[in-house]
């Protein structure tokens, strides 16, 4: 499935740190929230964030089914090539990437939006209700659902159909391929069952009745067109869903630059506010220089994350050939960065803990050499 061994190293690295860090920044906020209940403010925030570690965490559910099933698979991966990507379990996989990801991408909006609101109206956010950005993060979840699920349920996105047989080159075909063979298949035999050629359940019961040895063993979706059951985001226009998967790196790509515009207002803001003191500049300066780092951080994660998704897709769509191996590559590298580092990013929690750990470990390089030590030496 997975046939480099750094990457295989990075995945399970990845896949650790996502489930972990999440996990950890949702029992805390959960429990800062049942602290704060009586706080609307920060109770919306606290909402957001555990929204945001849920929908994080689940793509690194995702990665360990991919994981899992390489040690499964390993050294023999070619026998069950077609069985594990028409199945069920790599379907699913393949939707909680996708409901991981877009919900994920719908939450940092969402963040972004209240963030601007609190920055602009610091005194009404206080007071203010957290109902509308709760609903608000129960829409995403809906939203990504339903998206994940659509590609799941009808035949326009079913790319092919694993059909074992003598008479094609290949052991995946077209559902129009299948259909021409069970007509050919009748007339030559002179079968008293009818076939309706537009019905694809029609064509499926037929051979399964009369000749169930060229009866079709499963079909390849939206999801299995890679062994990491990837959505299939680079397309081509003779992909009949192509519309689909750009639309929907449309709108990542346009979450990406209001994520960038609002956190950019939100250092304008912030840098703009009147100071009444030296003291208070210089603390409003330090608050300043941190706050940049964490918008700087949030969106470079962000560009790393969907920027070189969102190109490759929209160059593939114009036909130019992507290299081998991108699907696997965007599946373990660039989808998973968001996950891995949003906790970091979004919550305070994680931060403070990675500063504390690297203050410890990191050696004090600028003190001086002991001399009586040197002397002795």
Known sequence: MIDNLGLKIWLWFVTILTIAGNCYVAIISVRNLNERKNKDASVCNHVLIINLTVSDCLMGVYLMIVLVK?????????????????????????????????????????????????????????????????IAAVSSWIISIIVALVSNTTRYFKSKVLFLNHFSSSDTVTH????????????????SQDIDESNWESVQSFLMDEFPQYAPIGEIGYYGTTSV????????????????????????????????????????????????????QKQNAKRNAKMNQRIARIIMSDFLCWVPICIMAYVSVIGVKLPDGVEIFTAGVLLPINSAFNPILYSPYIEAKVKYLWKRIRPNCNQRPNRDAIERY
């Open 229 to 280: 059951c990837m959505p299939r985001l680079y397309v081509n226009r003779s992909d009949s869903f192509w519309i689909y998967s750009i639309v929907m790196i449309t709108f990542n790509f346009l979450s990406f630059f209001f994520v960038l515009s609002g956190f950019g207002l939100i250092a304008w803001k912030m840098k703009k506010r009147p100071i009444k003191s030296n003291n208070a």
């Open 70 to 134: 390489d040690v499964q698979f390993a050294g023999r991966y070619s026998e069950f090539d077609y069985e594990w990507r028409s199945s069920l379990l790599c379907s699913l996989a393949g939707s909680l990437c996708v409901i991981s990801s877009q919900t994920s991408c719908f939450l940092m909006a969402v963040l972004t939006g209240y963030r601007l609101y609190s920055v602009n109206c610091p005194f009404k956010a206080r007071h203010a209700s957290a109902k509308p950005w709760i």
């Open 176 to 191: 129009d391929y299948v259909t021409d063979f069970a007509c050919r298949l009748a007339i030559l035999t002179n079968t």
